[in-house]
């Protein structure tokens, strides 16, 4: 349970037979920026992401216009639709059942809490407005 616990969180495996790594979900945390390579650091230039060449971006540009969405059975859109949002939640972290109830408590505690504010508030200048004009 720890190693699957500990592989989930962001560690990776070590043994390359294991077979629990092609299966790693992914921990939500962002992955180690790039950095520069030792020609840029020196010459103070910024390294950049690789931009695919404008030929490439016009082709994409038009096979996209080609495809329309609107078209086809709309019972296999729907089905396409509920599998990808299926597959994105299997990318969701859920919190554990102690996370739950600390952060459903620390909401209803602030719920509580504007509500009475807001009420006394109200409250106020009720008494207020009655004191003035009443």
Not at 43 to 65: F, H, N
Request: glycine residues 8%.
């Amino acid at each position: 349970m720890s190693d699957e616990r500990d592989l989930r969180h962001g560690a990776h495996a070590t043994d390359e037979g294991d077979d629990t790594a092609a299966a790693i979900r992914p921990s939500g945390k962002r992955s180690a920026r790039r950095t520069r390579s030792s020609s840029a650091a020196e010459t103070g230039a910024i390294a950049t992401l690789d931009r695919p060449e404008t030929s490439s971006r016009k082709a994409d540009k038009t096979a996209g216009k080609a495809k329309r969405t609107g078209t086809g059975n709309p019972f296999k859109r729907l089905i396409k639709f509920l599998r990808e949002v299926i597959a994105e939640l299997r990318k969701v972290i859920w919190p554990n059942r102690k996370q739950m109830v600390t952060y459903t408590s620390v909401v209803l505690v602030f719920v509580i809490f504007m509500v009475a504010y807001i009420s006394g508030l109200d409250l106020a200048f009720i008494k207020g407005v009655n004191w003035l004009f009443g």
